[in-house]
């Protein structure tokens, strides 16, 4: 069994990841929902943090993240080492994201993307490989000095 995808959305978004969840288990991809199960609020990086901590550890290999603009929610992922999250509104940039930077969580608004075109740029998402390369994994490897040097303050 392939890995699942970790979600999680905060109020904002539940209603979108709902309209996900549907999608991947029409397209037989496991998942694991980190919440939140309802429109009561909720903060978002309560949500966020443990989906990607799952994808940091390796239990999932990506995740789907939502909250009412996507920008939140992919600032909050962003924090977390080892994430590369994008947050996404259109099929160019969902798709580049994968092939350039390896992205390995998308962020999605709830109050900004339908679900259609949603289930379309998860598919992009999960389905677009990253290219490697020595100029993709040079400019990976200075995100990742960063990374280490933030940690080290």
Known sequence: MAKSIALAADHGGFALKEEVKKHLEEIGVPYRDFGTDSTASVDYPDMALPACDAVVRGECAKA?????????????????????????????????????????????????VGPGLACQLVDLFLNTPFEGGERHERRLAKVKAIEEREAQK
């Open 64 to 112: 789907l993240l939502f909250c009412g603009t996507g920008v939140g929610i992919s600032m909050c992922a962003n924090k977390v080492r080892g994430i590369r999250a994008c947050c996404c509104s259109d099929s160019f940039s969902c798709e580049f994201t994968r092939r350039h930077n390896d992205a390995n969580a998308l962020c999605m608004g709830g109050r900004v």
